[in-house]
T-cell receptor, first 116, second 113 residues
Framework: GAGVSQSPRYKVAKRGQDVALRCDPI?????LFWYQQALGQGPEFLTY????????KSGLPSDRFFAERPEGSVSTLKIQRTQQEDSAVYLC??????????????FGPGTRLTVL | AQSVSQHNHHVILSEAASLELGCNYS??????LFWYVQYPGQHLQLLLK??????LVKGIKGFEAEFIKSKFSFNLRKPSVQWSDTAEYFC???????????FGAGTRLAVHP
């Protein structure tokens, strides 16, 4: 497809359940980012991949959050033992270059996670 | 730590009014600056960006922004808004590292016909 796609678009989980969120970046894009957007806030950085390598995971809020991109294309963000504070929109973005400052990130539609 | 401040959380304008949305950032080094827009029901889209050169940047749909380094500001402007500009606007900066973006909290703009 032409843009970044994410699935599912909406996810409702009971507290304590594990969830997996998928991101399909633009074909050929080297860089992939995950952001978390809480209600009424701007997106906050979670983690960054360059191809299959996770080069920055400084934004992951706890060890319950795990991300992977095993073949350098599709990425999955997994949240274990979900908590209510994990409720947010999870955004994926990709860019064509390898982390250069002049690169532009293209965002997907996001997955809205609600933890009950 | 880097941060971005957007001064107005909600702005209401009538069509044809002029728009200026404030954005200030805190970072002492070289920065690249962005404005993203999110129309109702749509994903974040790039409106304009500043990397270097002319500090007055023109983007899509008649928007422009001016980078004032001495004020750490990157305000967004449009001389005459339209109803279709109703959206949420986010200012963002990347500053080193692997190009991660630091976003402001956003400004929700409502334009009335």
């Amino acid at each position: 497809g032409a843009g970044v796609s994410q699935s599912p678009r909406y996810k409702v989980a009971k507290r304590g359940q594990d969830v997996a969120l998928r991101c399909d970046p633009i074909s050929g894009h080297v860089s992939l980012f995950w952001y978390q957007q809480a209600l009424g806030q701007g997106p906050e950085f979670l983690t960054y991949f360059q191809n299959e390598a996770q080069l920055d995971k400084s934004g992951l809020p706890s060890d319950r959050f795990f991300a992977e991109r095993p073949e350098g294309s599709v990425s999955t963000l997994k949240i274990q033992r979900t908590q209510q504070e994990d409720s947010a929109v999870y955004l994926c973005a990709s860019s064509s270059l390898a982390g250069g400052l002049t690169d532009t990130q293209y965002f997907g539609p996001g997955t809205r996670l609600t933890v009950l | 730590a880097q941060s971005v401040s957007q001064h107005n959380h909600h702005v209401i304008l009538s069509e044809a009014a002029s728009l200026e949305l404030g954005c200030n950032y805190s970072y002492g080094g070289t920065v690249n600056l962005f404005w993203y827009v999110q129309y109702p029901g749509q994903h974040l889209q790039l409106l304009l960006k500043y990397f270097s050169g002319d500090p007055l940047v023109k983007g899509i749909k008649g928007f422009e922004a001016e980078f004032i380094k001495s004020k750490f500001s990157f305000n967004l402007r449009k001389p005459s808004v339209q109803w279709s500009d109703t959206a949420e606007y986010f200012c963002a900066v990347n500053a080193g590292g692997y190009n991660k973006l630091i976003f402001g909290a956003g400004t929700r703009l409502a334009v009335h016909p």
